[in-house]
C-alpha cells in the first residue's frame, strides 16, 4: 500500500505495541510504519497506527491528552505495577470504605503533579530502556514528569477491586498513578486491566481490530490533522511552502498545516510575528 494517512486500531491484550504495527504493516503491505503513543501488552485500545508519510505526523498526535479506563487490585503489588509482573509485596486485606475511596480520587481530580515513571517503562536513560535496567536489577535515578489528571472518576469499588475512568495527560503513567492513589489509601495495589478509550479525537468505537482491518481503514493524512483539531490553511499557489520559505498567511492558531487545493499536507508552519508563518516540518508529500 502506497497512501499515506493513519489507521484507528483496538490492541488485543498480550501484544506489544510494536508487534501491532508489525502484523499491520505485513497484512496491508506498508512501506513505512509507526505509532502515536505505546500501550503496554496488558492493555487494550486505541493506536494510532502511522502510515508511510503519515510517520511524519508523530508529534503532533503524541502530544494529545489520553483516556483510559483501569481496574486495581488492592493489598497486593508487582514489581511491573500490572498483573503482568511478579508480586513483590502483599497485605492482610483491610476495610477501606467507599467514601474514603471517593476522597481519594476527588483529590486526584484534575490535579497536575509531579509522577515518577515505572521502572518497568520505555523510558530511556543514557540509551538504555528502564525497563532494561530493572531486568538487569540496576537501580537508576528517574527523574519525576508533569502531568496532569484532568478529570478522574469512580466507576466500580467491590472485592478490593476500584474502576475508575481516567482523563489524562500526555506522558502520564496508569500504573504509577494506580500507585500513587494506592498510598493516598494507605495500601499497596497494581494494574489488573487497562482499556485507553481516547487519544486525542480519535475513539475506541471508531477503531478497528487488526483482524478485520483493510485498507479502506486508513484515514488521509488531511482527513486526519483536521480531526484532530488542528488548523489547515489551503492555498493556490505552494512554491515556496514546498521550498521551506516563510509565508504570509491569515489563521487563528499559532500551528497550522499547509496543503494544495488537492487536500494534500504539504508542511507545518508556526507563526513567527504577526501573519508570518515560517517552517516547522516540511516535505509531509514526499
Known sequence: MNKSGIIILNKPKGLTTNHLIQKLKRKLNVKKIGHAGTLD??????????INNGTKLSDYFLNENKAYEVTMKLFQA???YDSDG???EEQEPFKIEQEQ???VIAKFNGLAYEQEPPMYSAIKIDGKKLYEYARENQVVKVNKR???????SLDKYENNEISMTVYCSKGTYIRSLIVDIAKELNTIAHVTSLNRIESGNFIIKNSVNIENCEESNLIKMFDAIKMADYEIVELDDTLNVEHGKKIEVIA?????FISNKSKELIACYERENGNVFKCKRGGLNI
Open 252 to 256: 487563528e492558531k499559532n500551528i497550522v
Open 78 to 80: 508487582t514489581d511491573t
Open 86 to 88: 511478579s508480586i513483590i
Open 41 to 50: 501488552p496488558l492493555a487494550t485500545g486505541v493506536v494510532i497506527c502511522l
Open 146 to 152: 508533569l502531568i496532569k489528571i484532568n478529570s478522574l
Open 101 to 103: 475511596v471517593e476522597k
